[in-house]
């Protein structure tokens, strides 16, 4: 028994061997077929390269979409282009005007701006009526805007042709300015304020403005003051005050008001007038209503404003 046994093991290990001998063959000759076929990853994008992706296929589409658009937008951009040269110069028409006046302007502006004064204050323009008067009486003048109310009626004074010898008061955004005068202080109640103390440029005065300067409390002569400008430009550069326009004489100082003044020219004017000789000697030989001295006025406000650098008290200016 132990002798047949033995040829079997020897018989099914020789066929185990065959057929791992067959399995190797086989396996080797896999291996040399596999050498011998291309591979297949070279073959995938040759594949990849027939068959195109969709992002391929859209991008491929793009120059087809684009030519219909580029068809659709040709008339508009040639619209456009022919009209550009249209509006533009329909914008230079517009624009013309104004660079034309620029420039024209610009001399101007630059002889302004020489004549403006060295004398580093703004200077104020006004024009002053004379009221219940015909005809009429009237100034423009210009002064610096620092000087007080005081000094303004000085100015005021020489400028109309007053002589300065009776009482003022000034009436300004419903505030009362009087004569620092002892004796009226005293009835015009404490609410008066003193024009000595009050600057111009402290009022809040602007462009249109006006308020009344009463001057003579006896005759009542009121003036009405409209302020012209705020940073005035004077004819003579360098000038801080002057009278540049005005009409007619000032009535003479204590002839009436308003109402003596009408009969007074009444009486002048007429040689048979039995009071005509009585106020020919009044008025010193004679009254000429239409009289009005323009340089005279510049000498005068000058000789006067001359006085506010050196004194500025109100007392000593007047004198």
């Known amino acids: 028994m132990a002798i047949h046994a033995r040829p079997r093991a020897r018989q099914n290990h020789g066929v185990r061997g065959r057929k791992n001998e067959t399995r190797g063959a086989s396996h080797m000759k896999k291996s040399d077929q596999d050498e011998k076929k291309p591979a297949k990853a070279v073959k995938k994008p040759v594949a990849a390269a027939k068959k195109p992706t969709p992002i391929a296929k859209k991008t491929a589409a793009a120059p087809k979409k684009a030519a219909p658009a580029a068809r659709k937008t040709a008339p508009i951009a040639k619209k456009t282009a022919a009209a550009a040269p249209k509006k533009a110069a329909a914008a230079a028409r517009k624009t013309a005007p104004i660079a034309k006046k620029t420039a024209a302007a610009a001399p101007k502006k630059a002889a302004a701006a020489a004549k403006k004064p060295a ?72 609410d008066c304020l003193n024009p000595a103390k009050t600057k111009l440029n402290r009022l809040g005065l602007y462009k249109g403005a006006r308020f009344r300067y009463l001057y003579d409390m006896g005759d009542s002569w009121e003036h009405v003051i409209k302020v012209l400008d705020t940073d005035f430009v004077p004819p003579t550069p360098g000038q801080a005050s002057g009278c540049y326009k005005g009409a007619r004489a000032c009535p003479p100082e204590d002839c009436g008001g308003s109402y003596g003044y009408a009969e007074l020219l009444e009486v002048l004017g007429n040689p048979k007038h039995e009071d005509h000789e009585d106020m020919m000697e009044w008025t010193g030989g004679g009254f000429d209503p239409e009289e009005f001295d323009l340089g005279w006025k510049n000498r005068a406000l000058q000789r006067v404003a001359s006085r506010f650098r050196t004194v500025p008290d109100w007392r000593q200016a007047d004198g």
Not at 119 to 124: A, E, H, K, N, S
Not at 134 to 160: C, D, G, T
Not at 162 to 168: A, D, I, T, V
Request: a negative charge.
């Open 119 to 190: 004398i580093g204050v703004p200077l104020y323009a006004f024009r002053v009526e004379l009221r219940d008067v015909r005809p009429k009486v009237w100034r423009y003048f210009y002064v610096p805007s620092n000087i007080n109310l005081a000094q303004f009626h000085r100015l005021v004074q020489e400028v109309m042709g007053w002589s300065n010898c009776h009482l003022y008061s000034f009436t300004i955004f419903g505030q009362e300015f009087y004569h620092p005068d002892e004796d009226y202080s005293d009835s015009c109640g404490e």
